[in-house]
């Protein structure tokens, strides 16, 4: 009998370590401990924003400034990205040594009952952490070679003359521009119109211009019926009947949470994941789920905080409810990214919450000449007392500088003392300082 056992080596693991620091008996339970760290660090957010910082290299040696044309050795990257990861993993295991770790596809069968290579492992209490995988639309014939998802995009040692990516979220913004930066011909595929259409609106139109200058293409409005690879290439029709060829087509177009874990009937799950209350407990007493399985937030430190919030309470701790609106959310493009924290425009008009925004052009700082980032903006929005309610950011490491928004979030603070902190100069932190003052 453990104290908890954890099912799903990624984000979960921070959890086991301190339940297992606070002498707890506990186990975690991963199909392959050489992916123990999970998604982000093996084929996610690691990997992709390592390759994407290094394109970003490359996009910026093509100013006019420079002379000559530098090429990137994807082989080199590709290597030097595998040791990283392995020496990261390595780190994550000697922190595991108090934890037993058994490698195992799990099933919960029954209340406090695991069944894990044909043997039955019980738990007093038991936390689900079983991530996501990537969601292929019906029609498309996925073959992991030139049919591929971001787990094999992110293991091209040569690039593709040309690719077409379906799916206009955060995945495929990131692969679009990564592809283009390094001289692909790129092509967005998305069923809808529009891109980011929860962000405000000059941050969108920022962003299509961002998209256009590096030369993607986009085909709107185009859902894909099939997909298939051939002599020619891969094959794409779309939903109206005409159809185009492609040297690689990458399909971004969702995950889907990973509930196969889940045979008990007192578990619930919907089409979004595995339903849990705002503590992330299931709807099975001391049987929790987090991270990307229970379908809140897709997001690595959200897993963390969840796997974190729910061992500190089973270790009687009492944490504090964990805001998820609060959750500071990013898409790493270049070369400028987007992040927001906090509720954007549209939800605090959906939900009819005053609110006044405060909209800074980066193009009023010198740095933006030089950066590539004239087209940025900072946008703070606070209630009508000024208590700060939330940011959205385009700019470059706009995932680095909402944390000074996130942090005032956590502190509830009101503009007039987020204005104290004076921020550095030159640093587009000054433009966020701005943005204080105007609310």
Known sequence: MYDIVYVGGGLNYAGAIVAAKNSLKVALIERSLDQ??????????????????????ILQ???????GKLKLNLKALIEKKKKIIASATKAVLSQCKDIDLIEADAKLIKPHVIEANGKKIEAKHIVLGTGSSPFIPKGIEYNKKDIITSDEALELEELPKSIAIYGNGAIGLEMATYFASLGVVTTIISRGEG??????????SSLKLQLEKLGINRLENHPVNKAKSTFRGVHVVFEEGHSRYFDTLLVATGRRANTDVVAAKSIEISRKGINTDEYFETTLKNHYAIGDCNGKLQLAHAARAQALNVTLRILGKKPSKIDLDNVVKFIHTQPMSYASVGKNRET??????EYKESIVPLSHFTNSLFHQASNGYMIVYADKKGFILSAELLAPDAEELISAVATALAGEM??????????????????????????
């Not at 990997?47 to 290299?57: D, F, Q, R, V």
């Not at 891109?195 to 969108?204: G, M, R, T, W």
């Not at 605090?348 to 919450?353: C, P």
Request: aromatic letters at 8%; a positive charge.
């Open 348 to 353: 605090l008009e959906k939900e009819k919450i």
């Open 61 to 67: 040696s093509k100013e006019e400034i420079f002379s």
């Open 414 to 439: 009101d503009a007039t003392l987020a204005q104290k902190t004076i921020m550095a100069h030159p640093t587009f932190s000054e433009a966020l300082e701005r943005a204080y003052f105007r609310l």
């Open 36 to 57: 123990l760290g999970g998604i982000c660090l093996h084929k996610g957010c690691i990997p992709s924003k390592m390759l994407l910082h290094y394109a970003n290299t």
């Open 195 to 204: 891109i980011l259409k929860k962000a405000h609106p000059l941050i969108q």
